[in-house]
């Protein structure tokens, strides 16, 4: 499996105004999914293609940092392999891994930079 980034994450204070301005700009649609203030966002049509995003609510994923900016999520084939070449590499993990039924299970952590970035193992489909 190629390490591609498979999802990004838009935080916004104003998750409606944000809605709109993402809608009017790009014409991007968006569905409620999950928790409440949380939108998976289809960017394209279905003869293009396109990247899986969402849309939540600013969040704290450091202690006393609202996250800015787009969050990017990297697919992985081994989550605890990536989360290890993460750690010797100089990032840090700012969550345990956690699974999300039907998506796979997703870790947390800073790039060398400060970068808010994630991993994920997406669940196997038979």
């Keep these: 499996m190629p390490n591609n980034v498979s999802f990004f994450a838009i935080n916004a204070d104003d998750v409606t105004r944000a809605r709109k301005f993402y809608a009017t700009v790009f014409g991007w649609q968006f569905e409620p999914w999950g928790p409440p203030n949380f939108y998976l966002i289809q960017t394209a049509g279905e003869e293009e293609t396109a990247i899986r995003g969402g849309l939540q609510e600013r969040h704290e994923r450091v ?6 900016g787009f969050e990017c999520t990297m697919s992985v084939a081994d989550i605890d392999q990536a989360i290890r070449a993460i750690e010797a590499n100089g990032g840090r ?3 345990p891994k956690a699974h999300i039924p039907t ?3 997703v870790a947390y ?3 060398t930079e400060g970068n808010v970035a994630a991993v994920i193992q997406p669940v196997t489909r038979a």
């Excluded at 202690?63 to 800015?68: F, L, P, R, S």
């Design 109 to 111: 952590f800073l790039d």
């Design 103 to 105: 998506v796979g299970t």
């Design 93 to 95: 993990m700012l969550s």
């Design 63 to 68: 202690a006393g940092q609202k996250t800015i």
